[in-house]
């Protein structure tokens, strides 16, 4: 098996949590790690990521969409849905049905469709709310899987990711372990032979309830509470990200190497993926 992979979406695609000097946006992330397995399956294949952190499913759709189709993908990874369900305003439905939407055309192309869905956190009653979102979103994304004939990766189904390691500390993002779990969820679930090597995960040690109070206090302290402060002020990182792989590589040429030659472009005030046109 051999194509092109284009990933779309928000942080979960764009690799926030797993960083990395050597790669574009200094992160790597699930897909790039899915990329290089790729490659080494067959070296014809090729990759491009268009994901970008922050975005709402409106953004992913109406910036990342018809480039991703105008490359004429043979696979698709698409995960978007998750910062509209942070909104106090939710309206499910409505996100269901876009996303739906957005699915549809996807599939149209005849490109396989890889879908997630949201891990489900143990969450505190104070996010409970969240959490009943979360599942309806999740039961909807199974569903528009099944009769779309999408390949779906059941995020939330992962139990493992209960598992504290698996998560960087915002808690909201996958930690390197995180993504590189992802990854081989996604090749196996694409039936692509893979080398990567996953931990064995080590249950974390009982604590005492002042040692998680004192964690639960600094957590909302340095995450929680500047993440509501930008949300209230419409202040969002995505909006001055660029995408990690704009136009297609060749992952078996060395992303490493092929990042560097995108970095010496722009301090030459040039377009970060002039020096990928080649592919």
């Known amino acids: ?101 957005a699915l549809q055309r996807l599939v149209d192309t005849g490109a396989q469709v890889v879908v997630f869905t949201t891990f489900e956190p143990q969450a505190s009653l104070l996010l409970e709310p969240l959490v009943r979102r979360v599942r309806t979103l999740n039961v909807a994304v199974r569903d528009l899987a099944a009769t779309h004939g999408a390949v779906l990766v059941d995020h939330t189904r992962m139990r493992e990711f209960d598992q504290r390691s698996l998560w960087a500390p915002d808690r909201i993002h996958m930690s390197r372990q995180g993504h590189k779990r992802m990854a081989a969820a996604v090749a196996d679930a694409l039936g692509v032979p893979h080398t990567l090597r996953l931990r064995d995960l080590v249950p974390g040690e009982p604590t005492g309830w002042r040692h998680v109070a004192r964690t639960e206090a600094t957590f909302v302290r340095d995450e929680v509470v500047p993440l509501v402060r930008r949300r209230l002020r419409g202040e969002y990182v995505g909006d001055t990200t660029r995408p990690k792989w704009p136009v297609p590589i060749h992952p078996a040429e060395g992303m490493k190497r092929l990042a560097a030659e995108q970095a010496a472009l722009e301090r030459q005030g040039r377009p970060r993926d002039a020096a990928l046109h080649r592919t």
């Open 1 to 101: 098996m051999t194509g092109l992979l284009v990933a779309i979406g928000d942080s979960f695609t764009e690799g926030v949590g797993d960083p990395h000097l050597h790669y574009p946006n200094g992160l790597r992330g699930w897909p790039d790690r899915l990329a290089r397995q790729l490659g080494r399956a067959d070296r014809s294949w090729r990759y491009a990521n268009l994901g970008v952190r922050s975005k709402f499913l409106d953004q992913v759709v109406a910036d990342q969409l018809e480039p991703a189709l105008s490359m004429r993908p043979t696979h698709v990874s698409f995960a978007a849905g998750g910062n509209d369900l942070l909104s106090l305003r939710a309206d499910v439905d409505d996100i269901i049905r876009r996303y739906g939407a």
